[in-house]
């Protein structure tokens, strides 16, 4: 029983392969998909039956040149060779040698199927095409009428070799990347394992690479202290160059920053190579801002300072120095990040002639998250809300300032908002 159903199993599957080779036999190939492809033809011309096993003989030898891909038609066409995505389609003729009754002229020809320049249609034959190679050979079959060895055929596999560039679907592509006013060198990468091997391991500033054409490909075009960058594209049969603009890593940069929006500051950060931590350092002075918005009286109802007019330009005898680090978020490969961070922040004040800490509220716990943004021309965008935490040491003199609470012994001051742009250097 079990015999029996195995045998309509493979009944039906050899149906099934009739069904779908409509009239086409494929050899079967693996490993690098840029082999060679061929469309073969076979033509006996000859009213001799013995004959076929002498065309097949040859059929079966050429068929098997290494880096070799065919298809075996039963007549010439075309739009089925360029269906199959075949590059050239060969036509082995055997017929009566003109010179001896007794002997058979085997020629083979090889023509590019026409892909970009015209569309096939019903009329194209061998005839209309350009010829890429034509071989005549001379054979004769024995007394038992066996097919020859294999050297007979030494001359048509000269012949396939000769055309199996043309036959290779494979076209450049051009992997190049412009960093900051010049041409980086690269390594490209992500690319399958039939190609990968070919890949140059050194950074270069051009990557040449052949590849199978009417494929789909996803490559990573890589370069020290650059941001690796993920490249899609689909490879038609014309050479194609691909250009990339990759983006720095930030490992130093120089922002300006603006407290509140008005208060100017210069900060420096490092990033760490190979990890999302950061250390950064800054200073912020008040003496001179830019307060629209700013009224000089504590509010509404205070006798004591009446003029509650804004003003445009505010001075203060005031200046931080912030020292912290912090830890970026999510994938450090992102363009747009989030960001964590904790300082310490030194107060001084300064008159006309001294400086000094400041003599209430010295020194501070600032707290901050924030989002930065990389824009062209290696710039930061930097956005960041950081509250502080003052322990005043003379708490008689402690006057809170606006938008602050005192929460036990500390002074909390709401979150601040500050506006930076970074140069990466």
Do not use: C
């Amino acid at each position: 029983m079990v015999i029996r159903r195995g045998l309509i199993w493979i009944l039906v599957a050899s149906v099934l392969l009739v069904i779908f080779g409509a009239g086409v036999a494929a050899q079967s190939g693996e490993g690098d998909p840029r082999v060679a492809r061929f469309a073969l033809v076979l033509e006996n011309r000859t009213d001799r039956a013995e004959t076929e096993a002498l065309l097949d003989a040859a059929a079966a030898v050429i068929t098997a040149v290494n880096d070799t891909f065919w298809y075996q038609f039963e007549q010439f066409d075309l739009e089925a060779a360029r269906d199959l995505q075949t590059e050239v389609i060969g036509v082995l003729t055997l017929e009566t040698s003109p010179e001896d009754n007794e002997s058979y002229q085997a020629e083979l020809r090889f023509y590019p199927v026409p892909w970009r320049d015209r569309e096939p249609d019903e009329t194209d034959r061998d005839e209309t095409l350009p010829l890429l190679s034509e071989t005549l050979l001379t054979v004769a079959l024995d007394r038992a009428g066996r097919y020859q060895r294999e050297s007979t055929w030494e001359i048509l596999v000269a012949a396939v070799e000769r055309v199996l560039p043309s036959a290779r679907p494979v076209t450049t592509v051009t992997f190049r990347a412009e960093g900051f006013r010049s041409r980086t060198p690269i390594t490209v990468g992500g690319l399958p394992e039939w190609v990968a091997a070919e890949a140059p391991s050194d950074p270069a500033a051009e990557v040449n690479l052949s590849l199978r054409t009417l494929r789909s490909y996803d490559a990573t075009v890589d370069a020290p202290g650059f941001r690796p960058e993920n490249v899609r594209f689909y490879l038609e049969r014309e050479p194609l160059v691909i250009e990339t603009s990759l983006r720095k890593y930030p490992r130093h940069s120089l922002a300006l920053t603006a407290r509140g929006l008005s208060w100017p500051g210069l900060e420096y950060t490092w990033y760490d190579r190979a990890t999302r931590w950061t250390l950064h350092g800054g200073v912020t002075t008040f003496a001179w801002g830019l307060t629209p918005l700013r009224q000089i009286g504590a509010g509404f109802g205070d006798d004591e300072r009446p003029d509650r007019d804004a003003q445009l330009v505010t001075s203060l005898p005031l200046t931080e120095l912030e020292i912290g680090g912090g830890r970026l978020l999510g994938d450090r490969d992102n363009p747009g990040r989030w960001h964590l961070s904790a300082a310490g922040v030194v107060r001084f004040t300064h008159g006309d002639l001294d400086w000094g800490l400041e003599p209430v509220t010295p020194a501070a716990l600032r707290l901050g998250v924030g989002r930065e943004r990389e824009l062209p021309w290696l710039m930061l965008l930097s956005q960041r809300v950081s509250t502080d935490f003052f322990w005043p040491v003379e708490e008689a003199f402690l006057q809170a300032p606006r938008w602050s609470s005192m929460v036990g012994p500390v002074l909390w001051h709401f979150p601040v908002y500050r506006l930076a742009l970074r140069v990466v250097l």
